[in-house]
């Protein structure tokens, strides 16, 4: 099951200066295991992705690294406050 946890609207400023209206929606999806469609390393190889590595909440929170969206310590944890849909 797939649910929106939260949807915005900003104004946007692209490196060519044009200004747009930018959409933003984050999901939560729970499956019983980590599935990918295609092999990892080729699907990663595609999008640019030289690795991964799994973040508890508490490091998502702390850490120094730019990481969006900024609140995602807090979605996270709303996410999992949220019972599971059977």
Same mark, same amino acid.
């Given at each position: ?15 060519? !200066? ?29 999008? !640019?992705?030289? !690795? ?35």
């Amino acid at each position: 099951m797939t649910e929106l946890v939260r949807g915005r609207e900003f104004a946007l400023n692209l490196p060519n !200066g044009e200004n747009v209206i930018a959409e933003e929606y984050f999901f939560a999806a729970r499956t019983p295991e980590l599935m990918f469609p295609c092999d990892r390393q080729a699907c990663w190889a595609a999008e !640019g992705i030289v !690795g991964f590595r799994w973040w508890s909440i508490e490091e998502i929170a702390f850490t120094k690294e730019t990481i969006f969206p900024d609140d995602l310590a807090e979605l996270l944890a709303l996410v999992g406050s949220i019972a599971p849909k059977p």
